[in-house]
């Protein structure tokens, strides 16, 4: 069964690069049925989907922090990042990884997650 | 952006109840729509895709329907392991894919 896992820092300051790194096992980011994508939710509220990205590195993201998001893949090492600049206390949230898949043309949805990780940003 | 509205923003319900949930988008969306149970500390799981078919090894008392704007999550019989928030979210517009804003269900 497909695992994913999400790491990096707790807690960074403000102003600063949030950086995580999702490791994928029992299974290959290496594929073209899939994208790979970051999601995060502040506490005690809804999703927000961040941006996705394809094991040939094309990305796209979500235009409210576009400016901000770099999503990239190392296929070598099975495993895809997120880096988000110039943080704020509004950025405090859990961030998960996700495979995004596309069971019927079009539809694309999340049926793998990682566990999540609190970033929490704090001075 | 394709606005996704959930209503209600929470419910009370007893095991073994019916218990509908709704999902509207801001424009037409097809049927792409997509439901998610999160349970409390926990990663959302897939239910449902397409607005109507079943994930792999999710209860058959949860089914989707609807299409173009409106869509219902229906719950045929409420169990004890049920109780979580709902997030339904559109792919019609893959930029940004959005989500609702959540439905919690509560034990009466």
């Known amino acids: 069964q497909l695992q994913l896992q999400e790491s990096g820092p707790g807690l960074v300051k403000p102003s600063e690069t949030l950086s995580l790194t999702c490791s994928v096992s029992?299974?290959?980011?290496?594929?073209?049925?899939?994208?790979w994508g970051w999601i995060r939710q502040p506490p005690g509220k809804g999703l927000e989907w961040i941006g996705s990205i394809s094991y040939s590195g094309t990305a796209y993201y979500n235009p409210s922090l576009k400016s901000r998001v770099t999503i990239s893949v190392d296929t070598s090492k099975n495993q895809f990042s997120l880096m988000l600049t110039s943080v704020t206390a509004a950025d405090t949230a859990v961030f998960y990884c996700a495979r995004q898949t596309e069971a019927l043309s079009g539809s694309f949805n999340f049926d793998y997650w990682g566990q999540g990780t609190l970033v929490t940003v704090s001075s | 952006d394709i606005q996704m509205t959930q209503s209600p923003s929470s419910l009370s319900a007893s095991v073994g109840d019916r218990v509908i949930i709704a999902c509207r988008a801001s424009?037409?969306?097809?049927?792409?729509l997509h439901w998610y149970q999160q349970m409390p500390g926990k990663a959302p799981k897939l239910l449902i895709y397409?607005?109507?078919s079943l994930q792999s090894g999710v209860p058959s008392r949860f089914s989707g329907s609807g299409s173009g704007t409106d869509f219902t999550l229906t719950i045929s019989s409420l169990q004890p392991e049920d109780f979580a928030t709902y997030y339904c979210q559109q792919s019609y517009n893959t930029v940004p894919l959005t989500f609702g804003g959540g439905t919690r269900v509560e034990i009466k």
């Open positions: 397409a607005a109507s």
């Open positions: 424009q037409s969306i097809g049927n792409y």
């Open positions: 029992d299974g290959s980011i290496n594929s073209s049925s899939y994208y």
